[in-house]
């Protein structure tokens, strides 16, 4: 078995891995607070994590493929709630009904409460950028290269019926 039987899964892993890590050091590390269409862009790549260790184990066997174009399609999934993101910020469309809006409560309280408990972080704002690009809008480049490299590994792999040798 070669080492390139399980370089596109390395690459997904390290791609998807790299980005979810980025997100959480700029939370955790740089304070800014996500708001609900960050945390969904999260999910995709948390997927294509799993997959990709999936396809790892299992290689070189045939699967590994179909295993690599399942997190081809995860990703390309968390693209396009990237880009729907950078729609709500650049003020394309409206977001979700949960970008920016307080839960409802019974009570005044009870939406004291929620409010004090937590801040509102809306998803039409961009809190950081590097040359006018948002965080969603490197995550949507980043995932959509992503979701390529995925679907071409995936076509090559399946199209070989084998994943031994050298991917093309």
Request: proline residues 4%; hydrophobic residues 50%.
């Amino acid at each position: 078995m070669g080492s390139t039987d399980r370089s596109p899964a390395i690459m997904l892993l390290i791609g998807s891995g790299g980005l979810l890590a980025g997100a959480y050091g700029f939370q955790y590390f740089g304070d800014l607070q996500p708001c609900v269409l960050c945390l969904y862009q999260r999910v995709p790549h948390a997927v294509v994590i799993v997959l990709a260790l999936a396809a790892i184990v299992l290689s070189p066997r045939p699967v590994t493929g179909w295993i690599i174009g399942l997190a081809g399609l995860a990703v390309a999934v968390g693209a396009g709630i990237a880009g729907f993101h950078v729609g709500v910020e650049q003020h394309w469309w409206e977001g979700t009904a949960e970008c920016g809006s307080v839960a409802s409560a019974d009570t005044v309280e009870a939406l004291r409460a929620q409010l004090l408990a937590q801040p509102v972080v809306r998803c039409d704002e961009v809190p950081w950028s590097l040359f006018n690009v948002s965080m969603a809008g490197y995550n949507f480049a980043f995932s959509t290269a992503l979701a390529i490299f995925a679907f071409r590994h995936c076509w090559s792999m399946t199209r070989r019926g084998t994943v031994t040798g050298a991917a093309s």
